[in-house]
């Protein structure tokens, strides 16, 4: 029996499965399942509230689709490395110092 909770958040209705996975070290299969309303292990919580953190960090004037391609691509502030990938690690802090400095224009 699977257990209903409130829906979920806007970022997993949002973004891919795939995408959420990721983002949060889950296999995919899992991310569906969230996305139909199963709510997440608490170490997931943290994770996808991580997420959302760097999410709103960027901004409500960013896209959602600008956003996905920060996470996704390359960033010199995290070594070359993917924000999305630093996340799904659990380097937050690392991901939000790099997400900060996007924000206030200091891309290096």
Do not use: C, H
């Not at 997931?44 to 956003?67: N, P, S, T, V």
Request: without cysteine; charged residues 25%; aromatic residues 8%.
């Amino acid at each position: 029996m699977t257990i209903r909770a409130a829906p979920p958040p806007r970022l997993i209705r949002l973004f891919p499965a795939r995408f959420i996975a990721r983002a949060t070290g889950a296999n995919v299969r899992t991310a569906e399942r969230w996305r139909s309303g199963q709510s997440p292990q608490a170490r997931f919580r943290d994770r996808i509230g991580e997420l959302q953190a760097i999410l709103d960090l960027l901004g409500g004037g960013m896209a959602d689709g600008a956003k996905r391609g920060w996470l996704e691509a390359p960033n010199a502030a995290l070594g070359w490395q993917r924000p999305i990938e630093r996340l799904a690690d659990g380097d937050f802090d690392s991901v939000r110092a790099a997400a900060e400095s996007y924000v206030v224009g200091d891309y290096v």
